[in-house]
Structure formats: structure tokens, C-alpha cells
């Protein structure tokens, strides 16, 4: 074989070397795609709201496939949504506490449930709050009854963190603007908390969380929001 041919053959075997290349990078990013926007999704938590189920800065893989295709949110789900209150504001973590149909009474820092078409109320037990949490649900810090009847398709929703946030209890932000409610639909909840990371400090080598010296240890499928709980009504 002469040098010429050797060099088309080179030259034909690095273009498709090449053309093979640009198809593996093709269906990556294809895969890639598809994964983000139909099944997981990496997320950053940014706020102490949820504290201390979930602290500012930790990783989160939060699924959208479950509330697509399986189940509707069910109480206690950690979900992320759209609150629709402000542009700097585009997602907010909150638990489910409150289902479609029923009555939320929020009395003296505790949380009752009267399920569908009952009056009954019977108090929330949440072992996922801090010392510090429990039993101090109020609104706007009035200790008197306090009633939300959820509609059809819509949830009530609260943070862990009960009086550093807001949430259902005053409509996200201020129940004076026109089209907020004290409720989240269900075609605004995005994502629900599958798998928790953690916080990893890259110059420390540690899960230690840098402002407030805690262990962030990635909690993976344990994580608050995947909690199995008694059926308690």
C-alpha cells in the first residue's frame, strides 16, 4: 500500500472516529435532557426555612416523575413549587400538611386534621420539627383557632422552620396581594425531595456545615421527607 493511501485511510478512520464522537455527545446530551425534565433534577436548597429537616446549602435530587405518572403529593412530602408571589422568588421547599378536601385548624402552637367531610379535628404529631418548633405553630402569632378548609386539587403547606417563614398560613407572603392563596395547587408543585446530599465542604473535606458547625451528612432515601408515619386518622 502506498504512503498515499495510508494517509486516506488515516484520514477516513479520524473522521469517523470524529462523527462517532458527535453521535455518543448527541445522545448524552439527549439523555441528559430527558432525565432533567422528566425524572431528576439536582437542586440547591438557599434558605433555613426547613431547618432542621434541611439546612441552607445542602444538595438535593428531586424527582418530578412520581406526581406525573405514580401518586399524587401525600402528607409530609417535602415538595418544591412555583408560589407565584414574586419574580426574585420562582421556587419554595415547603411539607405537605394539609390534603385536597380537608380542614387545617392551627390552635395554642398546634396543628390538627379533620379529613374529608368530617368535622373531627385530631392533632398532627410531626417528629420531623426541632425542639424549637414544636408545638409554636401559630398565625401571624395569634394563639386562637385558626381554620383552613382545602379545595379540590389544592394542598396546605407549611415549613419545618414554623416561625422564620412564611407559608400557607399567610398566603406566601402577604394575603392582601389579589391572586394569592393560603393553598398550593397541585399544577404548581414541580418536584418532591428524593434523595438529601447534604452539604460537602471541598476546602474542608467535611459535611460540617461552615455556619452552623452541624453534621450534613447526605441523609439519602432516610431523609425527613420519606418518613414512614402511622395512619393517625
Same mark, same amino acid.
Request: hydrophobic share 40%; with cysteine; glycine share 2%.
Given at each position: 500500500?502506498?504512503?498515499? @493511501? ?6 477516513? &478512520? $479520524? ?23 422528566? $425524572?431528576?433534577? %439536582?437542586?440547591?436548597? @438557599?434558605?433555613? /426555612? ?14 418530578? #416523575? ?5 401518586? +399524587? ?18 421556587? =419554595? ?15 395554642? &402552637? ?8 368530617? !368535622?373531627? #379535628? ?10 424549637? @418548633? ?5 398565625? /401571624? &402569632?395569634?394563639? /386562637?383557632? @385558626?381554620? #383552613?378548609?382545602? %379545595?379540590?386539587?389544592?394542598? $396546605?403547606?407549611?415549613?419545618? !422552620? ?9 398566603? #406566601? ?8 392563596? +393560603?393553598?398550593?395547587?397541585? !399544577? ?18 467535611? =459535611? ?9 451528612? %447526605?441523609?439519602?432515601? /432516610?431523609? %425527613?421527607?420519606?418518613?414512614?408515619? !402511622?395512619?393517625?386518622?
Amino acid at each position: 500500500m502506498s504512503d498515499e @493511501n495510508i494517509i486516506i485511510e488515516e484520514k477516513r &478512520g $479520524f473522521k469517523k472516529e470524529l462523527i462517532d464522537l458527535i453521535k455518543d455527545i448527541i445522545i448524552i446530551w439527549f439523555i441528559v435532557i430527558v432525565i432533567r425534565t422528566f $425524572f431528576v433534577l %439536582p437542586f440547591q436548597i @438557599n434558605w433555613q /426555612s426547613m431547618y432542621q429537616s434541611y439546612y441552607d446549602w445542602e444538595f438535593i435530587i428531586v424527582d418530578r #416523575f412520581s406526581y406525573r405518572v405514580l401518586e +399524587n403529593p401525600q402528607r409530609w412530602d417535602v415538595i418544591v413549587f412555583k408560589p407565584h408571589v414574586s419574580e426574585d422568588k420562582e421556587y =419554595f421547599l415547603k411539607r405537605i400538611i394539609g390534603l385536597p378536601w380537608e380542614k387545617v385548624k392551627i390552635e395554642d &402552637g398546634k396543628v390538627y386534621i379533620a379529613k374529608k367531610w368530617s !368535622n373531627d #379535628f385530631v392533632e398532627l404529631k410531626e417528629p420531623y420539627l426541632s425542639e424549637s @418548633n414544636k408545638d409554636a405553630t401559630f398565625v /401571624s &402569632g395569634d394563639r /386562637s383557632a @385558626n381554620i #383552613f378548609e382545602v %379545595p379540590d386539587w389544592d394542598y $396546605f403547606a407549611m415549613w419545618d !422552620n414554623r416561625n422564620h417563614s412564611t407559608d400557607s398560613r399567610t398566603c #406566601f407572603s402577604s394575603c392582601a396581594i389579589p391572586w394569592t392563596t +393560603n393553598f398550593v395547587k397541585l !399544577n404548581d408543585i414541580t418536584w418532591k425531595i428524593l434523595v438529601d446530599l447534604g452539604y460537602f465542604r471541598l476546602s474542608k473535606l467535611d =459535611f460540617v456545615h461552615p455556619d452552623l458547625g452541624i453534621d450534613t451528612h %447526605p441523609k439519602w432515601l /432516610s431523609s %425527613p421527607s420519606t418518613h414512614t408515619y !402511622n395512619d393517625w386518622l
